[in-house]
């Protein structure tokens, strides 16, 4: 038990430091969102109304509406890059020297991802705290009770961006196939618009936004924050983490990058 536990404060550890070194990625991660939030929310607002009925029954803005999906995606692009260091640290090696560790392979792997998604969860408080000043301030109790919601989509999209990085095997070919899987998963969800508008526009594109696992992951934070469960999203969110995570678990393949430049 001492030996999985200093294998998960290393790993910890190992991206804590990774994050305070990069200091700019606070401030990258923070942008996306602020911009969404104080730039383009007047517009959208404009256009969808001044009040949106939320699915808790109540009468929200939109400034409001939209603040769940952004911190999901903080934890979206987070899990993207985190998968891009799993893959750079596969290129360079640091990967397999990791796994020559006595422990489970598994286990490893999850305290990546584990490592991972509590950087997000960093993230995604400092947006939350700057979207309070803003005056989006949801209940004090609700962003204690978003946590785990936050930890859970967090682990759900690191897991996939684990998934989608053992298919790639070259570093190269990352940046065009994230944002294939980010703007897709994204702006087809119910992040920035209720899934009600999407039906009044389109039905074809409303059924799309509402068999995406990242409208379940949005709609789970958006209730968690005001301290309401949705246990739909909630076993959707949970059921794809299991099965992203074992999948990951299973196709991961240390030995990409040496292949490929024994075959170069």
């Not at 803005?61 to 987070?78: D, H, K, Q, R, S």
Request: hydrophobic share 60%; aromatic share 14%.
């Amino acid at each position: 038990m001492i030996a999985y536990w200093e294998c998960l404060r290393g790993v910890l550890l190992r991206e804590w430091l990774r994050f305070a070194q990069q200091r700019t990625r606070l401030l990258s991660a923070l942008v996306r969102p602020l911009l969404w939030l104080l730039v383009f929310a007047a517009g959208f607002r404009a256009a969808l109304g001044i009040a949106i009925i939320a699915p808790y029954d109540t009468y929200i803005t939109y400034e409001t509406y939209i603040v769940p999906g952004l911190a999901c995606m903080i934890l979206l692009f987070n899990g993207m890059q985190g998968s891009l260091s799993m893959v750079y640290d596969r290129e360079m090696g640091s990967m397999r020297v990791l796994l020559t560790s006595p422990l489970p392979r598994g286990f490893l792997l999850l305290a990546k991802l584990l490592a991972t998604s509590l950087i997000s969860l960093l993230q995604v408080y400092a947006f939350l705290a700057v979207a309070w000043f803003y005056g989006v301030q949801p209940p004090a109790w609700g962003l204690l009770a978003a946590l785990p919601a936050l930890l859970l989509v967090a682990l759900l999209l690191a897991a996939l961006g684990l998934l989608l990085s053992n298919g790639i095997r070259q570093l190269e070919n990352f940046a065009g196939v994230m944002n294939f899987v980010i703007f897709p998963l994204f702006f087809l969800s119910s992040a920035l618009y209720p899934l009600w508008k999407m039906r009044e526009a389109s039905e074809w594109l409303y059924w799309l936004c509402a068999i995406n696992p990242f409208s379940h992951a949005v709609e789970l934070v958006r209730f968690a924050l005001y301290e309401r469960f949705n246990p739909l999203a909630g076993a959707i969110c949970l059921g794809l983490t299991l099965l992203f995570a074992v999948l990951a678990v299973i196709s991961f393949n240390p030995q990409h990058a040496a292949l490929r430049r024994s075959a170069g």
